[in-house]
């Protein structure tokens, strides 16, 4: 294919994400540190390393500000910020007050993710989000953060991606709590879900509002895992797979978090919200694609999902889709015409041959939607360095930096030179082309 140069508007802001049990390490009280205790992460890595982010925080800023981050999706460990139930850690929290201000200072503006699929033990051993009670739990927590942290952050993801934390958590089993084919307990945990972040998403406003933040520079939104699923023929059970995968995935979450709308079959656990936008902006975590085939297996969602044949795929085998990063906006700001954040898009990508063809592709796309008027303000790469990859360990390398994770160091990889450059530049000039995406 050939690479055309393009400029991207001036006022998209970029910059790249990560999460804190991605890169943190240390802290002991949390789920995800019990599922490393327990052998469960397949490479056998523990995420109580990970990063060392925890003592590599001042470095890690400096970091973003050379690849000219303009805004950087980070987030909170609860269990470091709660350790027991109502009681709050002022150290816990001044860790991040640091960063947040080392950040301004090096005018990197934060975007602060408040839940990233890790529950302090005392929550995960007393029913975790299956049990109601996590509502106000995550809410006094919420309310505590904001507290201590909202006169220097005005952005906010409440929840990340509640669809694969319960798909792999209770249907699956790969995460913890472990539990396969709970459906029960998935929708559950879907439905308390959308009412923290429907509660969050006032109770966040009231706050900062009243701490004399203008209405209209708060912005608090949920990332949402969307992906495209296509048919991978055209049998009415294949149609009738697709669309059940894609509505119990995704549709029923984005309905409910964003307008207080409990589809079926959330419908039946909720009436009590009042309609209207509960969201400031709508984060889509986009990655990849799958082909829908329909198939008779009780206990299933009647789908097989599978790779479209002679497509590129990343180092875990996903499909490199670039124009689904397209057709998921499209159809999102159709659907409630609230301005897209591209709150996470990447690649695993060990030997660094794709990332930069990935990183070209997709904001190609992204400047399309623009282009046809689609409103997208805002693009974080995933991810700023090598991290802990959940059930993967440090096996997928998602980074923009790559992590040796004996020394710690980090060592800017070319792509990520690359995004450095686009975001400087807003653009993708022959220059460039020629440098990073045609050179053997
Ligand atoms: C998650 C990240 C994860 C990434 C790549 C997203 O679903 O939010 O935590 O690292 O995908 O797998």
Redesign the pocket.
């Known amino acids: 294919m050939a690479y055309k140069s393009f400029k991207l508007p001036e006022d998209l802001l970029m910059g790249s994400a990560t ?1 804190a049990t ?1 890169i943190e390490g240390g802290q002991q009280q949390h789920n995800w540190y019990r599922w490393s205790e327990q052998g469960k992460i397949q490479d056998g890595s523990h995420c109580k390393v990970a990063c060392d982010h925890i003592n590599h925080i001042k470095s890690d800023v400096k970091l973003l500000k050379k690849i000219n981050t303009e805004t950087y999706r980070m987030g909170l460990e609860w269990s470091r910020i709660e350790p027991e139930e109502g009681k709050f850690s002022a150290e816990g929290i001044a860790i991040y007050r640091k960063e947040i201000k080392l950040l301004l200072k090096s005018g990197i503006r934060p975007l602060v993710t408040l839940w ?2 890790s529950n302090p033990l005392w929550m995960e051993d007393d029913g975790g989000w299956v049990n109601p009670k996590c509502v106000n739990r995550y809410l006094n927590y919420v309310r505590y953060v904001i507290d201590q942290l909202g006169d220097l952050v005005t952005d906010w993801v409440t929840i ?2 509640p669809n ?1 934390y319960l798909f792999f958590g209770y249907f699956e089993g790969r995460w913890p709590p472990g539990y396969q084919g709970n459906i029960r307990y998935y929708l559950k945990g879907a439905n308390h879900f959308a009412k923290a972040h429907l509660k969050a998403y006032d109770q966040i406003h009231e706050q900062l509002e009243s701490k004399g933040q203008p209405k209209e520079e708060i912005h608090v939104g949920v990332a949402h ?1 969307l992906r495209i699923f296509d048919l991978f023929d055209k049998r009415h059970l294949t149609r009738f797979a697709a669309y059940i995968s894609s509505h119990l995935f995704q549709w029923m979450y984005l309905e409910a978090m964003t307008r207080g709308r409990f589809t079926f079959p959330l419908r039946f656990y909720n009436r009590q919200f009042p309609r209207k936008n509960y969201a400031d902006f709508i984060g889509i ?1 986009y ?1 990849s694609r799958d082909l829908v085939k329909g198939v008779y297996k009780p206990g299933t969602l009647f789908n097989e999902l599978h790779v479209k044949k002679g497509k590129a795929v990343n180092d875990l085998g996903w499909e490199i889709y670039p124009k689904g990063l397209y057709r998921i906006a499209k159809v999102v700001y159709r659907m409630y015409k609230i301005p897209i954040w591209i709150t ?1 898009n990447g690649i695993s990508d060990a030997k660094d041959t794709k990332r930069a063809k990935f990183i070209y592709n997709h904001l190609r796309f992204l400047n399309k939607a623009i282009k046809k008027g689609i409103e997208i303000q805002r693009y974080y790469h ?2 700023t360095m090598d991290n802990f ?2 059930q993967e360990g440090v096996t997928p390398r ?1 980074g923009l930096y790559h992590n040796n994770y004996e020394t710690q160091e980090r060592t800017l990889r070319e792509s990520g030179k690359f995004y450095a450059e686009i975001c400087k530049k807003k653009k993708i000039s022959r220059k460039m082309i020629r440098e990073y995406l045609m050179k053997k």
Do not use: G, T
Request: aromatic content about 32%; charged content about 20%.
């Open positions: 999460a991605h990233h699929f990340n991606e694969v895992h975590n990655y996470e995933w991810s990859e959940w998602f």
